[in-house]
């Protein structure tokens, strides 16, 4: 667990770097390719930027960030990793556990409310893996509210994930690498930013 250097970087109030990751817009058809961007900050300033791409409804998010994170320049400078929620592409459910055992740093899965859980179990009874993508789910543990935050955290603990989502965030309840994740990622796909992020 990464529990040490990011206890330090928060109490030395240390500025923190993270990369935020989120799906661009994609097509609805399963099995199509999804183009994720994850975008580095420091604090709030934007530093650098990767793209990966992974399957829609698959189950290849968790590797796919895990190796564009690892295998790049900006690995051994990131604190803490954000994804924008806990599933991209769909229903592409990232194993926060084993993410951060992969990166070993913490990993935090960021919602803008509280999910709709019993919507969410609906809506996976498509999938013939249902229980497993619903247990992968579960696994990302309890849901955290800190200030304007929802969030699941492994690799730390909550209150300092609450920590860490205040200092990469500008204003209101998304951290700006999630934010420009977003904009960026749609921009790339449609030829320009959404109007939210």
């Known amino acids: 667990m990464a529990m040490k250097p990011i206890d330090e970087a928060l109490r030395l109030n240390k500025q923190l770097r993270v990369i935020g990751f989120d799906d661009a817009p ?7 390719d ?3 961007s ?8 934007f530093e650098g930027m990767l793209w990966g791409q992974i399957e829609k409804d698959g189950h290849n998010a968790t590797d796919v960030i895990a190796n564009l ?4 320049k900006f690995f051994n400078q990131v604190h803490a990793v954000l994804t924008d929620g806990i599933a991209v592409g769909g ?3 990232i194993d ?18 509280p ?3 019993k919507a969410i179990k609906n809506a996976l009874e498509n999938f013939a893996d249902a229980e497993n993508r619903w247990q992968t789910i579960l696994n990302a543990g309890e849901i955290y509210q800190h200030s304007a935050f929802y969030y699941q955290v492994k690799g730390c603990d909550s209150v ?38």
């Open 160 to 197: 300092q994930a609450g920590k860490i989502l205040e200092r990469v965030t500008d204003t209101g309840n998304v951290p700006e690498a999630l934010r420009l994740a977003h904009l960026i990622g749609s921009a790339v796909m449609t030829g320009q930013s959404s109007n939210s992020a």
């Open 115 to 117: 999910p709709n859980l």
């Open 96 to 113: 926060l556990d084993a993410l951060a055992q992969a990166v070993n740093k913490p990993c935090i899965a960021v919602m803008r409310k």
């Open 91 to 93: 229903f592409n459910v």
């Open 34 to 36: 999804v183009n994720i």
């Open 38 to 45: 994850g975008i580095v900050c420091s604090g709030t300033r």
């Open 26 to 32: 994609f097509q609805h058809k399963r099995g199509s």
């Open 69 to 72: 994170l690892t295998e790049s």
